[in-house]
């Protein structure tokens, strides 16, 4: 996978080295300053809290594919 198709989530000082060679790095808001710093988007929820799953819904809203996964849960 080229890095400019990786999105990538850390907290932490050593994930800041990632988010440096991926195209698109996230920190959920509980995260060091540095990390925040060096991401291109930080969360509204912390890590623990459901910071991956807005990141998941992001990506999938930015795809157009939002609606589509959703269908799939819809009753007939």
Do not use: W
Not at 17 to 41: I, Q
């Amino acid at each position: 996978i080229p890095a400019d198709a990786i999105a990538y989530i850390g907290d932490d000082l050593t994930d800041v080295v990632v988010m440096h060679r991926v195209s698109l790095g996230f920190a959920p808001a509980n995260a060091r300053p540095e990390v925040k710093k060096a991401a291109h988007f930080v969360t509204a929820a912390a890590g623990g809290a459901g910071a991956v799953r807005e990141v998941c819904e992001l990506l999938l809203r930015a795809q157009g594919k939002g609606a589509e996964i959703l269908k799939k849960y819809e009753i007939e």
